[in-house]
């Protein structure tokens, strides 16, 4: 579990990995989540962007692409089902300094899936093979694939796709181990994540309900993944991958205290102000409010001030006054240092 993995040429170390989100592993949020304790995260993932779009020069697609410099090793995600086109995105996105890119086969969202991109793919075994056949002609850098278990429970086929994507050219996948039936309910199935790992010879990346470092070690003993993706839990808890890099060297794990969490939040809706307008900024901050908040002190009275906020500053106001938990700590720059030397 320590020893981390290796995708293609690219070193992933620790084995932790920030999973794509749309709407919010935007560059404010990766560039502080990293920070949040340096030397936890391995590889970062862009938001998912449309490969039907970004062949089209889209520019709210375009932007997708713009990476940090402290952003690396990042992926890619590109999602579609035109061979061609997908072929057009992933050379963009190698273009824009992609590390590796990955093919989004596993998003349950509906606006993707009925334009037959996403977990659809996973209805087609031979179109996905055909687009990752295309995309690993025009790629330099390592092609990886996400999946699910499968459509519904009726079609469990993560292993054949498995199969068929390293025969067609892919250096790693990534499983979750739910169905697209299921999106985000129930349980992830992580016996999955061991049968493709056993299936196959590449690096296989488990993800699915890694909330804790507890589970986290859970999951990575019973399957034998060569790493963890973690999405949700991160949205409430940037700490979660120091946490489990801690768990894993036998470190003591700490929990932030509120004020960190609102320091962090607060950080990010200054970042957020380099590049987005304020309508995006609050729709962004607001989206956090349930992860942050939840466990504390007054939680529910901050998410009701919160979401009746108009605009960002309104926002940062309410944070302002909710550190009557206790004194702010330093802002991110200042904590940073604290927590690089904390390592």
């Not at 309910?185 to 507890?214: F, L, Y």
């Not at 932030?256 to 609102?262: D, N």
């Not at 002190?297 to 108009?310: D, F, H, K, S």
Request: net charge positive; glycine share 10%.
């Amino acid at each position: 579990m320590g020893e981390g993995l290796t995708i293609g040429v690219v070193r992933v170390e620790p084995p932790l990995v920030l999973a794509p989100m749309s709407g919010v592993t935007d560059v404010p949020f990766r560039r502080l989540v990293k920070r949040a304790r340096p030397g936890s995260l391995g590889l970062l993932f862009t938001e998912f962007a449309s490969s039907e779009a970004l062949s089209r020069r889209i520019p709210c697609q375009l932007r997708l692409l713009r990476l940090d410099p402290e952003d690396h090793p990042i992926a890619v995600q590109i999602y579609g089902r035109d061979p061609a086109r997908m072929a057009d995105a992933a050379a963009m996105a190698q273009q824009a300094g992609a590390d590796i890119v990955d093919i989004n086969a596993g998003c349950p969202a509906r606006n993707v899936v009925q334009h037959g991109g996403g977990a659809n793919l996973m209805r087609e075994p031979e179109l996905l093979a055909a687009i990752v056949r295309a995309v690993r002609a025009v790629l330099q850098v390592p092609l990886t694939v996400k999946i699910r278990s499968g459509w519904d429970s009726d079609s469990i086929n993560a292993v054949e796709i498995a199969r068929r994507l390293v025969d067609a050219g892919v250096e790693a996948l990534t499983v979750h181990g739910r169905t697209r039936a299921q999106a985000y309910s129930g349980q992830a199935d992580w016996g999955i994540v061991r049968r493709v790992r056993e299936a196959v010879p590449v690096p296989v990346i488990g993800n699915g309900d890694v909330n804790s470092p507890e589970v986290a070690l859970e999951r990575w003993t019973t399957s034998g993944a060569a790493g963890l993706m973690i999405g949700r839990a991160a949205m409430g808890n940037p700490w979660i991958f120091g946490q489990i890099h801690d768990a894993l060297l036998g470190r003591p794990r700490t929990a932030p205290q509120p004020a960190q969490r609102l320091r962090w939040w607060l950080d990010y809706g200054e970042a957020l102000r380099e590049s987005l307008p304020d309508k995006a900024i609050i729709g962004r901050m607001k989206q956090l409010a349930v992860p942050m908040t939840r466990g504390l002190p007054q939680g529910v009275e901050l998410r009701r001030r919160i979401y009746a906020c108009p605009h960002p500053e309104a926002v940062r106001q309410v944070l302002l006054e909710a550190s009557a938990f206790g004194e702010l700590p330093p802002g991110e720059a200042e904590w940073q240092t604290q927590e690089a030397a904390r390592a």
